[in-house]
């Protein structure tokens, strides 16, 4: 059943294929294999092929996680003496789980990263705008130095920014910002 729902060419269906031997052997000496789901050595093909399924797909192959597979398949194989003894099939399964779920909180804090680098660039992006519109409204059409209003619409838009981002708008720090803003204008 699981055979039919692998792709012929996907990774998974050599790691399945492996098994299949030593999956007969333990299913004709424990008929409890059929009717336990959680029998150790179908809770291993499970794991096996839902990973295989989930995280190697055609589009998706990850090397890292191949060889966690190949090698709780292999230890399973060399490892099943056919004396009933499941051991075997819980350490490779135990073992590719601490692995799988190492990847998975790996994934999940590059994906935490990622979002928290998005707010912080919708963040920047926010504070800069900001700046910029607190700089137009306090400069106007103040006769300015070139100088001067270069060096406000770039080094001083930049402290406006670090002030929104660090503070908050309604802060006392951005609040002197601006009271510096308007009389680095006054000055010039």
């Not at 150790?40 to 890292?64: M, N």
């Not at 996680?65 to 292999?74: F, G, K």
């Not at 909180?105 to 979002?115: D, F, M, Q, S, Y």
Request: hydrophobic share 40%.
């Amino acid at each position: 059943h699981l055979q039919r729902e692998i792709r012929d060419d996907a990774p998974a269906a050599a790691l399945v294929k492996r098994m299949q031997l030593t999956l007969l052997r333990v299913a004709l000496q424990d008929r409890a294999f059929f009717v336990r789901p959680n029998h150790p050595a179908r809770k291993l093909l499970s794991t096996v092929s839902e990973t295989a399924a989930k995280w190697l797909a055609e589009d998706d192959f990850d090397p890292q996680l191949l060889t966690p597979l190949q090698e709780a398949v292999t230890h399973a194989v060399k490892n099943y003496e056919g004396n009933g003894n499941l051991e075997v099939f819980e350490q490779s399964n135990k073992q590719l789980q601490a692995h799988i779920d190492t990847q998975v909180r790996r994934a999940e804090t590059l994906e935490r990263r990622h979002v928290e680098a998005a707010r912080g660039k919708e963040k920047l992006e926010a504070a800069k705008l900001r700046a910029e519109q607190v700089l137009t409204e306090t400069v106007g059409e103040a006769p300015l130095p070139k100088f001067t209003r270069a060096l406000l619409n770039q080094a001083w838009a930049d402290v406006l920014t670090l002030s929104f981002l660090r503070h908050g708008e309604g802060s006392e720090e951005w609040n002197r910002q601006i009271d510096v803003t308007r009389q680095i204008v006054a000055a010039c």
